[in-house]
């Protein structure tokens, strides 16, 4: 029997409950370009994009339970210290870090912040 795998992850879908918090964050605090088509926007950042939404299940299909503030995730960096650096300089809080944690694949050094919806957003260089 052949069996599929999983490649990579392509998005994420975020629930905001105010887009324009939301958008400033994740452009001005973690320098993600923004992507509005068709009343439609998403954040990019290398491969990947997070969409958001701003009314639960606004695009069908949907999750069944989507709510704002219930993602937890982790984003890999280059230079932690120089991540830390930059928030520092912006006045945005740290909720955790530098900790070290395990990843996916090896050690990561994390920074722990929140999202002005309340998602945990880790922000983890490898070791």
Same mark, same amino acid.
Request: glycine share 2%.
């Given at each position: 029997m052949i069996m599929f795998k999983i490649k990579n992850i392509d998005h994420i879908v975020l629930t905001t409950e105010n887009l324009q918090k939301c958008c400033d964050f994740y452009q001005n605090i973690l320098n993600m370009d923004l992507e509005e088509k068709n009343g439609r926007y998403a954040l990019k950042f290398g491969n990947q994009k997070i969409n958001i939404h701003q009314k639960k299940g606004e695009f069908?299909?949907? #999750?069944? !339970?989507?709510?704002?503030?219930?993602? =937890?995730?982790? +984003?890999?960096? %280059? =230079?932690? +210290?120089?991540? $830390?650096? %930059? +928030? %520092?300089? $912006?006045? !945005?809080p740290i909720e955790l870090g530098i900790v070290e944690r395990m990843g996916a694949i090896s050690k990561l050094k994390s920074i722990y912040l929140k999202d002005p919806d309340g998602n945990?957003? %880790?922000? #983890?260089? $490898?070791?």
């Open positions: 069908q299909p949907a #999750a069944t !339970y989507p709510t704002s503030g219930s993602l =937890d995730f982790c +984003l890999i960096v %280059e =230079d932690i +210290l120089q991540v $830390k650096a %930059e +928030l %520092e300089s $912006k006045n !945005y945990l957003v %880790e922000l #983890a260089s $490898k070791i």
